[in-house]
Every structure is written in structure tokens, then in C-alpha cells.
């Protein structure tokens, strides 16, 4: 079935530092990729999303590209911020489950002043 | 008000209680979820409503009983709770697809903090 595996955190950085937090991903057909973010008591809120191989989407400093020749849809940004600091879910729609969303285990930042 | 709007935003109860959380949404939206989010574990989907029937239900006890009179209203009955109930209860909305490309963009609201004494 459909599935999305995202690296284990804790991911621990300086502020300013570079970021990457991998996610991968097994469907069949075309899904669309989404990132979310959870800050600290709060709901799930969309971070970022692209619908087709090779887009890439882009908020707050954030990006991440479709790739589907790697089934791969990485987050990254080039310089974190204390305010970074949150859990960041990795998930995919579409595939054989057209009416939910399939999320990782998600991966928690903490960024360090 | 706008968004996805949950209440209350915590709650504690005893195991026989009975209790209910509310969720609305002010997006025109055609589905609604109930998930679930516990410490260390994935975020489980529980109920999936699109245009107002129920169309999942991912195994989940009978203490635990959807209701969704219209589309922008959700709620989950609860009774007879067990303490390892106790977790974050997330809300969401969606325009659902049925074009075999996937749901549109899942809006969350802020959750209700169990707790099951």
C-alpha cells in the first residue's frame, strides 16, 4: 500500500544553519506531496504541497521537490530560526487512497540560538 | 470566525463519562476527519466523512462514535473512555476529489487535549 518514511529525529541545529529533513514515499499512480508543520500545542498547518513530478513547493523559507524518479519530496531551507522549531509531517494523497492523506511518523526540529 | 475550529481545547474525564467534541468548518469544504495523535506514535485517521456519509473507519472502538449532521459540522461522541484514550484529537476539512488525483490541501484545526483519568 501507500506509504511516506521520514528520517527519525530529533534534528538538532544552530540558528542559521542548513536544513534537510528527507522524506520518501511508495504509491501507485499520481500522488500529490504535502508538508505540514506542528508547532508546540498547536493543530497540524500545510507548510508547503506539489501536485505533479518536478514541482516544487515553496513557503516561509521552505522548500521541497517532487521527485518521482527517487519518490523522494525532501524539505529543505537554507537558514533555520529558533521559531523553526516544531514537528514536520511528510505526506502524500492521491495513489490508490484518493480521499485521505497517508502521513510519516513525523520528524521534530529544534534549532538552538 | 474562519478555518477549522475545534472545542473545548482540553478536556479531562473520567472513564464513565460521556463527553463530546465539536468540530466546525468555515471552508466550504465537502469532508471532514477525525484523527488521532499520541505521543511517539503516528498520527492515526480514524473517521473519514465525505458529503456527510461516513466512508472510513479505521477499526476503531465503539466507545468512540462520529456524528456529522452536516458539512460543516463533525462531532465524536465519547464514552466509557480508557486511559490510553488520552491523546491530542485533530479536526480537519478538505474539498474532496474524485478524479483519481489525490484530495485537495487537508486543513487542520487546533485539537482537543484529552485526558482519560
Known amino acids: 500500500g501507500d506509504s511516506v518514511t521520514q528520517m527519525e529525529g530529533p534534528v538538532t541545529l544552530s540558528e542559521e544553519a542548513f536544513l534537510t529533513i528527507n522524506c520518501t514515499y511508495t504509491?501507485?499512480?499520481?500522488?500529490?506531496l504535502f508538508w505540514y508543520v506542528q508547532y508546540p500545542g498547536e493543530g497540524l498547518q500545510l507548510l508547503l504541497k506539489?501536485?505533479?513530478?518536478?514541482d516544487k513547493g515553496s513557503n516561509k523559507g521552505f522548500e521541497a521537490t517532487y521527485r518521482k524518479e527517487t519518490t523522494s519530496f525532501h524539505l529543505e531551507k537554507g537558514s533555520v530560526q529558533v521559531s523553526d522549531s516544531a514537528v514536520y509531517f511528510c505526506a502524500l494523497s492521491g495513489g490508490r487512497n484518493t480521499d485521505k492523506l497517508i502521513f510519516g511518523t513525523g520528524t521534530r526540529l529544534q534549532v538552538f540560538p | 470566525e474562519t478555518g477549522v475550529t475545534q472545542t473545548p481545547r482540553h478536556l479531562v474525564m473520567g472513564m464513565t463519562n460521556k463527553k463530546s467534541l465539536k468540530c466546525e468548518q468555515h471552508?466550504?469544504?465537502?469532508?471532514m476527519y477525525w484523527y488521532k495523535q499520541s505521543a511517539k506514535k503516528p498520527l492515526e485517521l480514524m473517521f473519514v466523512?465525505?458529503?456527510?456519509?461516513?466512508?472510513e473507519n479505521n477499526s476503531v472502538p465503539s466507545r468512540f462514535s462520529p456524528e456529522c449532521p452536516n458539512s460543516s459540522h463533525l462531532f465524536l461522541h465519547l464514552h466509557t473512555l480508557q486511559p490510553e484514550d488520552s491523546a491530542l484529537y485533530l479536526c480537519a476539512s478538505s474539498q474532496a476529489s474524485y478524479s483519481g488525483q489525490g484530495t485537495d490541501t487537508q486543513y487542520f484545526g487546533p485539537g482537543t487535549r484529552l485526558t482519560v483519568l
Open positions: 506539489a501536485t505533479k513530478a518536478d
Open positions: 471552508l466550504g469544504h465537502n469532508a
Open positions: 466523512y465525505s458529503l456527510e456519509e461516513r466512508v
Open positions: 504509491a501507485t499512480g499520481y500522488p500529490s
